[in-house]
């Protein structure tokens, strides 16, 4: 008798298995829960700000036959599975100045609250009148047992600013309640597998369910084992990245004295250890749905191991003809790039648990922005590019659409989870239905 024909809770119960050992147990094959060997689906969406270089982000060409300019060159490896799409525009108005209604109308497709956040237009403005796409999505696979998770999405950020604003919150569970993103690691490890208080017990966090998991894997297939032998590699591996890195446990932000620019230095360490973290938690099927943000709208991190001393938003506003600047625009927009392939190359080395293919074949990456350009300050052309897949889309393509809205790409997406919503945000931008991408 195999133990797919045992009861997974009497399973447990009875080969002995402590409580402590359930977060590494969640994706095994061997003890799935009925209806969840079903073909995943999973979508991230990564934020950063200040808009794009065009002449070194858009191809020239539509269809098939294109060519990856130097900012997307690094997701060359992935381009069968990308998708670029020009020609998307936030055409939401309203309350505040762009860049607010660049970040806060993104994932909304709704307007701005009337608000006191004064920006660089006449008007201020509060956060967004209606949840982002992200979490309408997560409520979706949230209400069926199938595809239930254990947080049903997570909203990371790298050196986000420790300040709520509408400039520094992209998701929201519902009108006027943004969700505040992650991005200290050693809180998001506490968040996954609750015991990590301190840093200085990290090294033993495995220690008491070390004899559970060989007695899990002295019982499981080959590839369950291998599950199990990332899971103890990833957090002895992390254990000893979180005790080099000198990031203050205490906040989550960083603050403007001299700690900010020890901090802003670590940005790709943070970086990767949050990218990290964020490929564990959905191997471990934690969840589903998952929010990337890269500072803030205006974000102005210093850029220093890209031989940048300037901030990120300062350079933004310069002007074409300052081709210096523009240089360092097209290596920092390349800099997002390679971490979202960074990202990807682990979901594609990463076997789908359950299924076939790698993860990558099931998990959508969005990479967008708040501004299509950012000396122009522009909503029109907001940078859309899709690597992964499992939505039914079909990928390797550059796409030229003629100003359309981006409350019908939203749409799609909600579409491609089979959750087949008639609008999403202000339904004046949803009367052509959702974006065909098939």
Known sequence: MGMKSFDRRSFIK??????????????????????????????????????????????????????????????????????????????????????????????????????????????PAGW??????????????????????????????????DRADTW?????????????????????FSKLYGQAKDKEILGSVLDPVIADLKKISALVGKEDRKILEEHTGFVREMEKELRVLKVSQSHAMPKLDPGVREENDNLPKISRMQLDLLHN?????????????????????????????????QLSHEPDTNKVAVEKLVKINKWFCEEIAYFAKKLKDTPEPNGQGSMLDNTLLVWTNELGKGNSHTLDNIPFVMVGGNLGWKAGRSLKFPRIAHNRLLMAMAHGFGHTIPSFGNPEYCKDGPLVLS
């Open 14 to 123: 009875n080969a002995g298995i402590s409580a402590a050992a359930f977060p590494f147990l969640g994706n095994l094959d061997a003890l799935a829960l009925p209806g969840k060997s079903i073909q995943k689906q999973r979508m991230v969406i990564f934020f950063s700000p200040n808009g794009v270089v065009p002449e070194s982000f858009w191809p020239n060409e539509d269809g098939e036959n294109f060519l990856l300019k130097e900012i997307l060159s690094p997701l060359e490896p992935f381009k069968k599975q990308t998708v670029v799409m020009n020609g998307v525009c936030d055409k939401v108005r309203g309350d505040g100045d762009n860049h607010m209604r660049g970040i806060g109308c993104l994932l909304t497709g709704v307007e701005l609250l009337p608000g006191n956040v004064q920006g660089g237009s006449h008007t």
């Open 168 to 188: 520094t919150r992209m998701s929201y569970s519902s009108a006027n309640k943004p969700i505040t993103p992650i991005d200290d690691p050693y809180q998001l």
């Open 128 to 161: 967004a009148n209606g949840l982002s796409i992200d979490q309408e999505i997560k409520k979706h696979l949230q209400k069926t047992e199938a595809t239930r998770t254990r947080f049903g999405s997570l909203e990371l950020g790298v050196l986000v600013p």
């Open 281 to 313: 938690s959905l191997v471990a099927d934690f969840n589903r749905i998952a929010t990337f943000q890269f500072t803030n709208s205006v974000g102005g991190a210093r850029m220093k191991w890209l031989g940048i001393d300037e901030g990120h938003h």
